[in-house]
């Protein structure tokens, strides 16, 4: 090859790596904003409740009756954030929320007892002699986990999973 061409190629070179890391910066400082613009809770998760160690579509056929209890069907979960789970060993973002933004199909953590939080998704919100409570459901667990997903007052949800 003649030197120009070697010139050439290496100069396409150094700018495909420039480019290459501009897209990584960019995706870096987009993400430390996101971290001071929440001002989030960081969590690990250590547990396998919410994981799914399916495709979807093999795992809803497995897991569907159980949320039928709750009158959720596969197209109303596919509307819900996360419908493929949290894998075990994440960190997790948490964003701090008001009782009124919660939703059914949302992923929250909140305290139970002395616990450490507990990553969930809502299946149910009620209001029970003025207090909000909600069921809630492991994607992973058969049944909700009486007592740690059932009758959970809203005032211990620390905050719903924005950024994983």
């Known amino acids: 090859m003649k030197l120009k061409t070697w010139k050439k190629l290496l100069k396409f070179i150094f700018i495909l790596i420039g480019v290459i890391v501009l897209i990584f910066l960019g995706i870096f400082i987009y993400?430390?904003?996101l971290i001071n613009?929440?001002?989030?809770?960081?969590?690990?998760?250590?547990?396998?409740?919410?994981?799914?160690?399916?495709?979807?579509n093999k795992w809803w056929s497995k897991h569907q009756n159980e949320y039928a209890v709750y009158d959720i069907?596969?197209?109303?979960?596919?509307?819900?954030p996360q419908i493929t789970g949290i894998k075990k060993g994440l960190f997790i973002i948490v964003k701090k929320i008001n009782s009124s933004e919660i939703k059914v199909g949302d992923i929250v953590t909140y305290q139970y007892e002395q616990l450490i939080p507990w990553a969930t998704r809502i299946m149910r919100i009620y209001n029970e002699s003025g207090n909000l409570y909600i069921d809630a459901k492991g994607d992973n667990n058969p049944y909700p986990i009486a007592p740690m997903e059932k009758h959970i007052p809203v005032n211990t949800?620390?905050?719903?999973?924005?950024?994983?």
């Open 73 to 80: 069907n596969k197209s109303l979960f596919m509307e819900f």
């Open 37 to 56: 613009h929440y001002k989030p809770n960081v969590y690990f998760d250590n547990s396998s409740n919410m994981e799914h160690d399916l495709s979807f």
């Open 31 to 33: 993400k430390i904003y």
């Open 157 to 164: 949800i620390i905050g719903k999973i924005e950024v994983i």
